[in-house]
């Protein structure tokens, strides 16, 4: 007889649940829902099929089939079932939750699939949460289980609330039940979300104290993340959390407050800190009339840490937390008048004289105070202001008026944010904090008038304007003098000037700060720099740019050469909405300006503007960019080995359709032109210029003959005698082609780099091709980039590291030491996650350097393997033996700096375990006997640090 589809469900899940056959339950589940929802089956029929497995007398096949079929509806949409259908699952597992313990974690992950369908009745919730509560004590389950109980919860409190809301005081009580004695932080992470809104959704009524009790049990938390156990679960998300229930109610606050300020008193550093944010947080939630009756226990508290308290971290959410609650009773005049009275009449004493140790505090505490509120601020003005002017008026220090200027600052600031001055306030009216700022400028020494200056900028609104020209006047006078202590300070009141008063400050720059040829080089470099603070001002960009362009272009070289840099420096600057780059290309023609002005001349004056081209040419449209190669390209071809410095301007940043139009055959011209051009730095542009070409270029056989043709050439160039200039060139080139074929993804690029190692063999340049390695993987980089819109594979540094690495071997001889500064240099740049990936392919060929010459290669070596000490890894143990008597006769080496180095890898030794490192205790201790006495004393200073740390390995209570 065949079997019945009955029989092959039954069979197919229970081969899910043998022992060799374990983790297919999902796929089957997976498949029998999958035929329910063809509609080939329904789930009534699955149901009655798998009563042999739901009514079996065996309570671990009852426990099977629950699981089977919880796991069944859990894979079927939200909407799928009905409400008949709904109802009969709802039915069967509040019967299933009164059967054996061992069933009931299968039954709740049923229940919670079945709370999350559309469908559910309206009986379904309580039906649900009434017999689970009966029936299930949470805390006896798992902490898988516990948190789908409380993923249940969830889901109810999200779609029927309404429906829970029927249940009354019950549901309440069986929610608090449910949580009280919760331990696991995955779970509390959950129930801290889920809680505010059940407490602001349901009335707890008698039960409001019992909710908070089991909420504070967690306060402070004591918890520290845990991510072995995969937990990933951060101790601010917690605490955060646990805060949101601590104040989610007004009636908590009675609550609270004490607790916050029992804890307030504790010596932990984050019982202070999770107490202070509470206030924070309590203070916007419970108002004035949660705060009123403990202000005073609560500064008692509070001033103890603000005002002598030496934890920074403490000291800054305690006055977080000042401003809180002074804002909160904001509400209540007379009650923030008492509270403020206090807090001044404590700290006022404190701010009579400068020099008191509690100044600073005093007024830190004044300053937060100030924030909390308009009322509030203005009466510790009339407190504060009088104390600074009578103290500014009789001090002649320096330092102190430095203070009292920072103070008058902090104040002005504070009281423009509630939108008033400081001569509003009636008692203050008699107060001229604008003239007494505006005379330092006159006779203040710089570090004050850059504190004036500060402070005048922070009035902009207020300042008369009788005022405001006195300030322009000295801020000219300032600029011109070129003060580098000032300078900052001129340049952010310009701008902030020049954006409230915009006419004002154009005609300033207009009469008193324009910029030619015929200004002394040292103010034009000031007004210069002046100007780049203000030209991403709106309108200000019409009379900034072109005049700084017109000094750019002119005959004058220093001029020209103060105005190209300030050029390059504005378009290098990305913040800001204005785009400079458009401006100067499509509204002053810069580019071709620019060229024209740099025709036959060389230099420092070439570079900046090949620099500048580069930068407004990489920002062009690609049409904007074809019209300028159209423009330039053959005229500078012409002259290209005067031009080419500015050519690779142009050329560099181009888009690759528009690279492609330049034509191949200005390869052959660039070759040549890196290898005998007149100059080295001529040569390298060439090399940079053609490795553009080569990445943008699309790869055909008519790119592949070049290269045949430039290996060729180049192979042949360093198999020749003599010829070392020439010999030197031709590696830069071969290094350059490299780069760009690999950073392409070129399937030329292995045969380049197979030849660029081969070439370490050379024994006439193999030590320079070790330090062309460099080049290779160079961070800072700017040709070969994807701002360039060069094509740049991810991961090229990597496989340039794998090559090397392999070729460890092969290596030997004089060939070895160019290798191993290849290596250096390559183990600089690479990432730090690849480094650990092959310590022991890295540290063997690393320590071998250090027996090299080459004094590059052991000051890179010492501070790569400095860096990769730190990590403790265990290969660095295994390698002790060489690797210490190696450091120690390099803490003898003719160059500091390898001194230095070699000293800071043994120190770094110290943090490993003391039996590996104590059989060589005694040996660096006498050799380092002699670094105390180095004539240099940054040698001296560490030879000290090291060999003292070095004397408490073993020693009794120093490090394990």
Partial sequence: MAPTRNTIIVERLSSAFSDDNKGDLSQVCDSISSEILRREITLCEVVEQLGELLTSTDISVRANGVLSLSTIIQKLP?????????QLLTSFYCDRLKDHHSIIPSVILGILAIVQMTNLPGDAPGKLFHTLTQNVRCQSELSDDRRNIYLILQSLLNTRIDDLKAL??????????????????????????ILPKFMEEFSLGHLTEEMFE????????????????????????????????????????????????????????????DSLSLLSASSSKFGVEGLKDYLDDLWMLMRRDLMSGSDQAVREMGLKAITDVVGALAQDPVITEKFVGKIITDTKSSLCDVQL??????????????????????QVLRAVIPLCLGQYSTKTSTDDKIILLETLNSFIAISGSHGFRISDVPELSWTDVPNLYLNELNEGKNSIKSKSLRGLALQV???????RQTLYDKLCGEIDAGSQE???????TLSIYGRKHPQEVLQLLQARLKVDVSIPIAVLESRLAALSSVVKIPDFEAHVLPSVLEVAVAGDLKAASAALTCLLRLLEDETGGFDIHYYLEHQCKAVERLVESVEGRTGERMRLVSNICCSIVRRLSPEAQRIVVERHFETLRSRIAEDIILLEGIITPQAPEIAGTIGIGLLEQLFEISLKGPDEETRLSACRLISILVNKVREDCTLGRYLNIFRESLTQILEEENRAEEKRAAVILHTWLTKSLLVKGSRESQNFLDYQLNMLKNETVGAFVGEQFRVLVERGESTLTVENQCTVKIFYKQRIFQNIIQQNSVFEGAARENY????????????VELMALNLSKIVPPLIESLSMESSQLLLSTLNTLGQLLKSKEEIFAEYIDSFIPKCLKLSAHPKMLIRIAALNCLHSYCSYPTPIILMCRNDVIDKLSEALDDKKRLVRKIAVKTRTRWYLVGAPGGPD
Wanted: charge should be negative; aromatic fraction near 8%; charged fraction near 20%.
């Fill in 357 to 378: 140790s509690l100044f600073w505090p005093a007024e830190k505490v004044l300053e937060a105070v100030a924030k909390g509120g308009k009322e509030a601020c203005i």
């Fill in 461 to 467: 609104s207020s300042l008369s304007e009788s005022h």
């Fill in 214 to 273: 089991v909420i504070s049990c967690y306060f402070p938390l004591d918890y520290t993340s845990d991510w072995k156990e995969g937990r990933n679960i951060l101790r601010e998300e917690l605490a955060n959390g646990l805060e949101r229930c601590l104040v989610a109610l007004p009636e908590f606050a009675e609550f609270c407050i004490p607790l916050l300020i029992g804890k307030l008193d504790s010596s932990l550093k984050v019982a202070k800190l």
């Fill in 168 to 193: 009354g005081p019950d549901f309440v009580y069986g929610v608090i039940s449910s949580m009280d004695g919760e331990s696991h932080p995955r779970n509390l992470s959950l129930l801290f979300n």
């Fill in 78 to 86: 939200q909407d799928f079932l009905n409400p008949q259908e709904v």
């Fill in 820 to 831: 191993l500064i290849a290596l250096s240099h390559l183990v600089e740049e690479i990432p």
């Fill in 486 to 492: 000032i300078e900052s300070a001129c340049h952010s």
